[in-house]
Nanobody, 128 residues
């Protein structure tokens, strides 16, 4: 069983930055593709960013490209989401997810149904 614990959410003004972290309690972390998803109030869950098992490829939602950066440290079993130039529309609950032996294509990494494990979420609120 894999446990994912997110941290780093909070309240920030528009234009500010936050860094989310997701710590995984699994020895095979390096065999999991990782993704960040978000869900705003009254909306469905959407893909934000994803990274392949060894970190050689990353993918982003169009609206966060150039502002968000996903990275991972397999030695620490942790994936990060650096969020800069935050906007009020980025307000949501952010979830990290792990996909065992997840592939490398955008369609695979961005599909929430393919993820095996999910964290409990961390709330990000961006004020205008």
């Amino acid at each position: 069983q894999v446990q994912l614990v997110e941290s780093g959410g909070g309240l920030v003004q528009a234009g500010g930055s936050l860094r989310l972290s997701c710590a995984a309690s699994v020895r095979t972390f390096s065999r999991h593709a990782m993704g960040w998803f978000r869900q705003a109030p009254g909306k469905g869950r959407e893909f934000v960013a994803g990274i392949t098992r060894n970190g050689d490829m990353t993918y982003y939602l169009d609206s966060v490209k150039g502002r968000f950066t996903i990275s991972r440290d397999n030695a620490k079993n942790t994936v990060y989401l650096q969020m800069n130039s935050l906007k009020p529309e980025d307000t949501a609950d952010y979830y990290c997810a792990a996909r065992f032996y997840g592939g490398s294509s955008y369609s695979t990494i961005a599909a929430p149904d393919g993820y095996d494990y999910w964290g409990q979420g961390t709330r990000v609120t961006v004020s205008s």
